[in-house]
């Protein structure tokens, strides 16, 4: 009998990334909101929308939906968030 051991670790090497810097206000922002398409999404993204405007002043809250709720979001979604400087995901069912 022959035992064959796998090794379960991947043979990619690891990027190590630094966090972006924590912003001190969002007053003057522009937020990203990306949505997983669901329909409870709706309601919570419009409350947050009205929440970041009256109480943080954000300057424009953008949002936009995942072609695929269970995929991650399109290139075209993550080159455009590269000039937000926050963006937000959330799901609903």
């Not at 043979?11 to 972006?20: C, G, I, L, S, Y």
């Not at 922002?29 to 709706?42: D, H």
Request: glycine residues 8%; without cysteine.
């Amino acid at each position: 009998m022959t035992i064959r051991v796998l090794n379960p670790t991947s043979e990619a090497v690891v990027e190590t990334m630094q966090p972006a810097p924590r912003l001190t206000s969002l007053a003057g922002k522009t937020v990203g909101l990306i949505s997983n398409g669901k329909e409870g999404t709706a309601g919570f993204f419009a409350h947050v929308d009205r929440l970041l405007r009256e109480r943080y002043q954000v300057a424009q809250v953008v949002l936009r939906t995942k072609s695929n709720y269970s995929a991650p979001a399109e290139d075209e979604i993550i080159d455009e968030a590269r000039n937000w400087d926050l963006a937000i995901t959330g799901l609903g069912d």
